[in-house]
């Protein structure tokens, strides 16, 4: 019974493939075009009225302010849209900001170019697929924002007075991270960051404002034993290095900061810390969340989704799946 079940799903499933060559040809093309490694896509704004950042910078002298370059790998998944909506909310409050997406895929893709330009900020919007040899999503796209940034930043910078920070889609922001940590950090900047790696906290220890250590529960051996959310670095000290992402990073036990921290020549004293005036109630002020996969029912595996699959209802809405 069961084995005159699978052979007639078997054939089913074949049926269409029979019927329709086509249907195997294209997953040929679609699996050569990923590895390409040429930005297809690649938009820089540049619409912004003068008048119109001046009424936005509103804290200290604007010839002070130091630009902040925001680094933001994304691909697409069931819950980017609204991922992206929440940062692009939070960096909309933010001046002098410059925001540098990288689409992991083969193009750009309108709905978040759209998201972009609703924020009014200048950003740069390109396409840079994972080559294969790239375990982890995001690896590649931010090697290649510093590759961007070391060869186009007079492009979008009058001086070499900036920070890069690398702010992923799914985490939560308090503004206060820009303008009081990110926005003034020289070299390198540290901080605690929230629910990371089997961890209430992961932050830097820090005594007599020296980083001599880190806590953090997972891998603690790390000589930079600290996420993505929890540093800035200065432009200028990325400009004068070649150092970018590396596919792996052994001493990092698979994480990828402390390796690109080594490589960029930095050493634990090279840290400022931010945010360990107090010794108590300290605040964090970056969070690493993980939008949970919402269960859409009629993505649940089943054999007559299997035997017959057809497109998701969305009700005439724009949805990515
Ligand atoms: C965007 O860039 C232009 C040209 O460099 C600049 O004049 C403008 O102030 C920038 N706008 C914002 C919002 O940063
Ligand atoms: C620098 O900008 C140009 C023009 O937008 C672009 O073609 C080039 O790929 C950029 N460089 C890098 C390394 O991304």
Request: charged share 20%.
């Amino acid at each position: 019974m069961l084995v005159l079940c699978s052979l007639l799903i078997l054939i089913a499933r074949t049926i269409p493939w029979i019927l329709n060559p086509s249907v195997i040809l294209t997953k040929e093309r679609v699996q050569k075009e990923v590895p390409t490694v040429k930005p297809i896509g690649l938009i820089v704004s540049e619409s912004n009225e003068k008048d119109e950042q001046e009424s936005r910078i509103t804290t200290e002298g604007s010839s002070t302010l130091q630009t902040i370059i925001v680094v933001t790998p994304t691909y697409k998944r069931l819950t980017r849209v609204a991922d992206f909506t929440r940062l692009a909310n939070t960096l909309s409050h933010l001046s002098n900001l410059y925001w540098i997406v990288i689409e992991d895929g083969p193009e750009t893709v309108p709905v978040v170019q759209k998201m972009l330009e609703r924020t009014n900020l200048n950003f740069t919007y390109m396409a840079h697929p994972s080559p294969p040899n790239y375990p982890n999503r995001g690896w590649y796209q931010r090697t290649m924002a510093l590759k961007y940034i070391r060869e186009n930043y007079t492009n979008f910078m009058r001086s070499q007075n900036g920070v890069v920070y690398f702010g992923d889609d799914d985490n939560s922001y308090d503004l206060r991270l820009f303008e009081e940590y990110i926005r003034k950090v020289n070299k390198i900047g540290m901080w605690g960051v929230g629910h990371v790696a089997g961890s209430l906290v992961e932050s830097p220890r820090v005594s007599n404002q020296k980083v001599v250590g880190f806590d953090a529960e997972w891998s603690p051996d790390r000589y930079f034993a600290i996420d993505m959310a929890g540093f800035a670095l200065g432009l200028q000290l990325i400009l004068e290095s070649d150092a970018v992402f590396r596919s792996s990073c052994p001493s990092g036990t698979g994480a990828l900061e402390s390796c690109l921290l080594t490589d960029l020549g930095l050493n634990r004293e090279d840290v400022e810390p931010f945010g360990f005036e107090k010794e108590n109630e300290r605040e964090v002020l970056v969070w690493h969340t993980k939008t949970l996969i919402p269960d859409i029912y009629e993505f649940r595996p089943s054999a007559w989704n299997w035997l017959f699959p057809k497109p998701p209802k969305t009700n005439g809405y724009f949805v990515e799946y």
